[in-house]
């Protein structure tokens, strides 16, 4: 081990544990760099918080895309590929960690790593519900405490080295991106290809939540943001009802309706969920709905009650043959 060395950064210590080869790469904006790393209190045990080993996969992030710990960005710079260091820094440095720990777990466990259609962003849901969901990180959150980082870095591509995933855009390339992953999704709609056509409603989703949660609530750039997630978000409810996920289209509406309770759209399908679903006094409330704010849809309505009547009836039939010769 080389003894501790001073990056030239307050409330930073480095101490480089096993060297790597080469010149430093170029850590310019865009530049993918892919890393293992190990998180650890300071204390006597050096309790570990986080390991991508643990987990088996290594983290990735994109210089210059604004990655909410900018600390890492700085300390990987000063790292050649295959070197293993250790970092200590300061509370000034740490105090976002718990926030972005949450979403590095989420996606270790297979989850988004936001609630994409929650409508606030992870400060605001912390406060709104007192949790990060983990006690160790509301433990971090509630008093920052100094860490250690473990980096090893493994890889680094510049730009044109590799094809740029959505979450490696910055704000205006997602904004770019979206019509076309729109466009795509529509036109596996089509297809009938609905759980692909999820995955790129989605995504296109994602990015509109990502470039929105740095605008201010309720204002003109954040609500024109708010209506292209709605079409979205609709778009990707009619694919889940496609594929019978009737319970996530009630929650999706859902959302939608209790913020912006004139969404004819969202009612309509919310009702078609509720059907599927025997709710049948919410689906005839939803489908109510949908006529006092349009009632052009009273064929498409029509149609959907005749087709709950239907249902009703047939169940109604199958409880008297059942219970026929029980009395």
Not at 244 to 260: A, L, P
């Amino acid at each position: 081990m080389q003894d501790a060395l001073l990056l030239g950064l307050e409330g930073v210590k480095k101490k480089i544990l096993h060297g790597g080869t080469g010149e430093i790469p170029k850590f310019i904006t865009g530049a993918k760099v892919t890393f293992d790393f190990r998180t650890t209190l300071c204390d006597d045990e050096r309790t570990v918080i986080d390991d991508s080993k643990a987990v088996g996969t290594p983290m990735e992030i994109v210089i210059g895309n604004m990655f909410k710990l900018d600390i890492w960005e700085m300390l990987l710079a000063s790292m050649r590929i295959g070197e293993v260091a250790e970092f200590w820094c300061d509370t000034i440095h740490t105090g976002v960690y718990p926030l972005v720990s949450k979403s590095m777990r989420r996606i270790a466990d297979g989850k988004d790593p936001v609630d994409w259609h929650v409508r606030t962003c992870g400060m605001a849901n912390m406060f709104a519900y007192h949790s990060l969901g983990y006690d160790d990180l509301d433990e971090l959150m509630k008093e920052p405490k100094p860490l250690f980082f473990i980096l090893e870095l493994l890889k680094v591509l510049q730009p044109s080295e590799y094809n740029r995933e959505s979450w490696a855009l910055n704000d205006e390339e997602r904004l770019k991106v979206v019509p076309v992953l729109h466009g795509q999704g529509n036109k596996l709609f089509k297809q009938g290809r609905y759980q692909d056509a999820t995955l790129k409603y989605k995504e296109a989703i994602i990015c509109i939540k990502n470039v929105q949660t740095k605008e201010k609530a309720w204002e003109a750039p954040w609500l024109k943001l708010e209506k292209m997630a709605h079409t979205l978000t609709l778009n990707y409810c009619q694919c889940l009802l496609r594929i019978e996920e009737y319970y996530e289209v009630i929650e999706h509406t859902s959302d939608i309706i209790n913020q912006h309770p004139g969404v004819m759209k969202a009612y309509y399908l919310r009702g078609k969920a509720h059907l599927e679903v025997w709710n049948e006094a919410e689906a005839r409330q939803d489908f109510s709905k949908v006529l006092d704010l349009d009632p052009g849809m009273k064929k498409a309505v029509k149609k959907e009650l005749a087709v709950l009547n239907m249902r009703i009836e047939e169940k109604n039939e199958e409880d008297r043959n059942k219970y026929k010769g029980m009395f």
